[in-house]
Nanobody
C-alpha cells in the first residue's frame, strides 16, 4: 500500500520560512519522480516544484528563487524548503510520486495546510 505523508505546514508571517516533508512508503522511492503541488482557496491545483529520480529540479515561476525541492533517498523523503513566503503562497500543499512504466502511476498525499498571514 502506497502512502505519502506530508508534514511541516502551519501558520507563518510574510517573509518567513517553512520546510515541508513528505515521507513515502510502499514504493521504490529512488525510482520515482517526486513533486509538490498546491491548491489555494478557490483555485485549481498547480505545480510548485518537481525533482526527478536523478535529482533534476523544476519550479513554477512564482516560486523560483524562494523555494527549494530536495530528496533523501535513504529516508524515502522529499522536502520543500520555502523562504520569503508571501500571502499568495497560502494553500494546501500536496506531495506527489510518479513513475512511468508503460503506464503512468501517480500517488498523492493527503495535503498539509500552509497559511501565510500577519
Amino acid at each position: 500500500q502506497v502512502q505519502l505523508v506530508e508534514s511541516g505546514g502551519g501558520l507563518v508571517q510574510p517573509g518567513g520560512s517553512l520546510r515541508l516533508s513528505c515521507a513515502a512508503s510502499g514504493i521504490i522511492f529512488r525510482s520515482y519522480a517526486m513533486g509538490w503541488y498546491r491548491q489555494g482557496p478557490g483555485k485549481e491545483r498547480e505545480l510548485v516544484a518537481t525533482i526527478t529520480s536523478g535529482g533534476s529540479t523544476n519550479y513554477a515561476d512564482s516560486v523560483k528563487g524562494r523555494f527549494t525541492i530536495s530528496r533523501d533517498n535513504a529516508k524515502n523523503t522529499v522536502y520543500l524548503q520555502m523562504n520569503s513566503l508571501k500571502p499568495e503562497d497560502t494553500a494546501v500543499y500536496y506531495c506527489n510520486a510518479k513513475i512511468t512504466l508503460g503506464t503512468t502511476y501517480s500517488y498523492w498525499g493527503q495535503g498539509t495546510q500552509v497559511t501565510v498571514s500577519s
